[in-house]
């Protein structure tokens, strides 16, 4: 038995309109037929959208981070080989006496 809706299912679109690299809306995560047949879906096609919708975001999110992530340790790492801490002398205390001065 099919239940019964009561309220439109409303569209993820957030008023960000502008398109990825790949074709989907950077605001709601539509494909460009998703956002044009929004009104003619079913409700089980809109629920599957949003679904889908929500997947990309995450997908989007993670890939953010992993880049985000990356990039730290890549400029950890350019700061510890800059260091080179190993490679300089060590300083030698020195016996002569006049080098200490008191004001």
């Not at 997908?59 to 350019?78: M, N, T, W, Y």
Request: glycine fraction near 4%; charge should be positive; include cysteine.
């Amino acid at each position: 038995m099919e239940q019964l809706e009561f309220f439109e299912i409303p569209s993820p679109c957030i008023g960000v309109c502008q398109s990825d690299a790949r074709g989907y809306c950077r605001g709601c995560f539509r494909n460009r037929n998703e956002r044009f047949n929004w009104l003619e879906f079913s409700d089980a096609q809109k629920y599957d959208v949003i679904r889908l919708c929500k997947q990309r975001k995450r997908r989007r999110q993670l890939a953010l981070l992993k880049a985000k992530k990356a990039q730290l340790l890549d400029e950890r790492a350019k700061v510890n080989s800059s260091l080179d801490f190993g490679k300089q002398p060590a300083a030698e205390p020195s016996d002569n006496i006049d080098d200490f001065k008191l004001d």
